[in-house]
């Protein structure tokens, strides 16, 4: 593959602040303390280099879990950054944040790289608090370009013209409308010379959505029509070899020299280096889970419940055999949200729009209004990108969309940007919305039934990981379902939301040991309130609401509003995640326990609230 160069020529050269003497050492990656201990080895050594970044990658990574595909994918690439650019002073900007760890060995953090996505540990995307290297901690996709068109601004500003901005985006991303809003001002101004590097390796989960994707594929081979970068007015360098790394460092300098903004267009591989990775065809080792301990016992219910994610799968392909005007609609994410097996069966009536939650929502409030119901399946926290169209096109419109949220709630180890902690709260404040969390798999099913019934917007959340098992309800409440045996005498009263059932109903026996009668009502809807739930509840002398979200706007806020209204006299406790602060990585158990979302925390809670006779 050969590299050219289109641009106006430009007598400027990149100044020499990236050169340093060479010097040959032994343990390359072992003795790498920052960026430029990698700019005084010889070119001679990086192959080996290379070789022991995707070795530690493969080890580290398939032990602690986490994107291992992305980065083994990036390892070149990243060298010949490092090289060519002197970060922090340049400012180096990653889109998407999960294929920075070979950013983090090459700026000294390869003797912690063991605690990566650990409570403590590493986080597994850039994080301020590590590293002055790390400037944007950009988890979630498309951008870079915007940060990027935004540093260069304040360069430009502030007269500090000789740093340089980088923004490096995988051809995924660059299906975000972002990116192209971005593109749209960084090309505008060409007396700001930001270097965008385009990863393109043809996929983000899947295969890159959309037209994008031919016109890439046209670069790559010569046959396209025309250039979109260079019609927009940006230089255009490529397409470069991403795996050779004299190719790739030339590029980059290419680049360097130019004063005005260029679009570097590095061709990679998906799980370079590893077999098992390149042969993976579903998403090339995206991600991986955790290796198990040598050892390791499964806990209490671990092998009780099935995934969440395969749950709904199943759910929603039995629901598309019956109703033909069913269709969902994924954000480049097909697989990890469950759509496998309803594309396998109604592959014409599943669309991939690429990363792009906004249009998405959009998009389906399109469907809905021409007579079909769509099924959004999307990550909680990416939703957060579309609450306008969620509010203005959808509910607005009373569309009958439904938004099935995976990793609701605590997600564990891809930290504070992935927790889906805002769902509730947002999805409260919209007219018209349905809200439900089941608190097992048979009820993810009865409730999705439920949702795509619904003449206008609906959302059902559920966490990452699997259902501890099928739990029974001993009486309705409307439509609210009691979980313990009734009480004649209403004393305390526990709401759960979705599968956090499990530790109430733990923490009722512990209370119901001591003498206390305890009731535990799973609400199922979350938004609107049931009024005989809100009227059941007034009867109690102390209530307990317990989710795991931001508590402003929450199902405990809405409940207290809702008990204003009515005799209740008694003592009301919700127990949620903050609402100041971001909750850090850790395990979902852990982090459960650390905010009193466990047994433990839901007990003391009680007894906190009221003393009880001894």
């Known amino acids: 593959m050969t590299t050219t160069v289109h641009s106006a020529t430009d007598d400027t050269?990149?100044?020499?602040?990236?050169?340093?003497?060479?010097?040959?050492?032994?343990?390359?990656?072992?003795?790498?303390?920052?960026?430029?201990?990698?700019?005084?080895?010889?070119?001679?050594?990086?192959?080996?280099?290379?070789?022991e970044i995707r070795a530690e990658l493969i080890r580290a990574v398939r032990a602690a879990g986490g994107h291992l595909g992305p980065n083994l994918g990036v390892v070149e690439l990243t060298i010949a950054l490092h090289r060519v650019f002197c970060s922090p002073r340049d400012a180096v900007v990653w889109d998407t944040g999960h294929q920075a760890y070979v950013h983090k060995m090459l700026t000294g953090r390869t003797s912690a790289f063991g605690t990566l996505r650990q409570a403590g540990g590493l986080s597994g995307y850039p994080s301020r608090r590590e590293s002055v290297h790390d400037l944007v901690e950009n988890s979630h996709a498309s951008t870079s370009?915007?940060?990027?068109?935004?540093?260069?601004?304040?360069?430009?500003?502030?007269?500090?013209?000789?740093?340089?901005?980088?923004?490096?985006?995988g051809d995924g991303a660059l299906t975000g409308g972002m990116a192209w809003e971005a593109l749209n001002n960084l090309a505008?101004?060409?007396?700001?010379?930001?270097?965008?590097?385009?990863?393109?390796?043809?996929?983000?989960?899947?295969?890159?959505?959309?037209?994008?994707?031919?016109?890439?594929?046209?670069?790559?081979?010569?046959?396209?029509?025309?250039?979109?970068?260079?019609?927009?007015?940006?230089?255009?360098?490529?397409?470069?070899?991403?795996?050779?790394?004299?190719?790739?460092?030339?590029?980059?300098?290419?680049?360097a020299v130019l004063r005005h903004p260029v679009l570097v267009h590095v061709v990679t591989r998906k799980g370079a280096g590893y077999g098992p990775a390149e042969q993976d065809e579903a998403d090339r080792m995206h991600t991986v889970p955790p290796a198990p301990a040598s050892g390791a016992v499964p806990g209490p219910g671990a092998s009780a419940g099935v995934s969440w994610t395969s749950a709904f799968g199943d759910a929603l392909a039995a629901l598309g055999a019956d109703r033909a005007d069913l269709v969902a609609i994924t954000a480049a994410m097909l697989l990890p949200t469950g759509l496998r097996k309803f594309a396998r069966h109604f592959p014409e009536r599943v669309f991939d729009v690429g990363i792009a939650e906004q249009h998405a929502v959009a998009s389906a409030a399109g469907l809905a209004a021409a007579g079909m119901h769509p099924v959004v399946a999307i990550y909680s926290t990416f939703l957060n990108r579309a609450f306008d169209?969620?509010?203005?096109?959808?509910?607005?419109?009373?569309?009958?969309?439904?938004?099935?949220?995976?990793r609701a709630g605590i997600t564990g180890p891809d930290g504070p940007s992935h927790h889906g902690m805002w769902d509730v709260p947002l999805f409260g404040l919209v007219p018209g919305a349905r809200v439900a969390a089941p608190r097992d798999a048979e009820q993810?099913?009865?409730?999705?039934?439920?949702?795509?019934?619904?003449?206008?917007?609906?959302?059902?959340?559920?966490?990452r990981g699997s259902s501890a098992g099928s739990i029974a309800a001993r009486d309705r409440w409307?439509?609210?379902?009691?979980?313990?045996?009734?009480?004649?005498?209403?004393?305390?009263?526990?709401?759960?939301?979705?599968?956090?059932?499990?530790?109430?109903?733990?923490?009722?026996?512990?209370?119901?040991?001591?003498?206390?009668?305890?009731?535990?009502?799973?609400?199922?809807?979350?938004?609107?309130?049931?009024?005989?739930l809100v009227a059941a509840a007034a009867r109690h002398r102390v209530v307990v609401t317990i989710e795991d979200n931001a508590p402003s706007g929450g199902f405990g806020d809405t409940l207290a509003r809702a008990l204003r209204d009515?005799?209740?006299?008694?003592?009301?406790?919700?127990?949620?995640?903050?609402?100041?602060?971001?909750?850090?990585?850790?395990?979902?158990?852990?982090?459960?326990?650390?905010?009193?979302?466990?047994?433990?925390?839901?007990?003391?809670?009680?007894?906190?609230?009221?003393?009880?006779?001894?």
């Open 145 to 169: 370009l915007a940060y990027a068109d935004g540093i260069a601004k304040a360069f430009d500003v502030t007269a500090q013209r000789d740093r340089r901005v980088v923004a490096v985006i």
């Open 188 to 255: 505008a101004a060409p007396q700001r010379p930001v270097i965008v590097v385009l990863n393109d390796n043809g996929r983000s989960y899947g295969p890159t959505a959309g037209r994008l994707a031919v016109h890439l594929a046209g670069l790559r081979d010569g046959s396209a029509a025309g250039n979109l970068f260079e019609d927009l007015g940006m230089a255009y360098v490529g397409p470069v070899d991403g795996h050779d790394l004299a190719a790739v460092e030339s590029a980059l300098r290419a680049a």
């Open 13 to 51: 050269a990149v100044d020499d602040r990236t050169t340093a003497p060479t010097v040959a050492r032994p343990g390359l990656l072992a003795d790498l303390h920052g960026p430029e201990d990698l700019r005084r080895l010889p070119a001679a050594e990086l192959p080996r280099l290379a070789a």
């Open 444 to 463: 993810l099913a009865q409730l999705l039934g439920e949702c795509v019934a619904y003449d206008g917007p609906s959302m059902l959340r559920f966490p």
């Open 389 to 406: 169209q969620v509010l203005m096109d959808a509910a607005l419109h009373r569309a009958a969309v439904t938004f099935v949220l995976d």
């Open 478 to 532: 409307g439509s609210a379902e009691l979980l313990t045996e009734p009480v004649a005498d209403p004393d305390v009263l526990l709401l759960p939301v979705g599968p956090l059932a499990v530790p109430a109903l733990e923490a009722a026996d512990r209370l119901a040991a001591q003498g206390r009668a305890v009731s535990v009502v799973d609400p199922r809807w979350l938004h609107p309130l049931d009024p005989s």
């Open 566 to 614: 009515t005799s209740f006299a008694g003592r009301l406790r919700t127990l949620a995640l903050p609402d100041r602060s971001f909750v850090p990585v850790g395990s979902r158990g852990d982090l459960l326990a650390d905010h009193g979302l466990d047994a433990d925390g839901i007990e003391a809670a009680v007894v906190g609230a009221r003393t009880f006779p001894g």
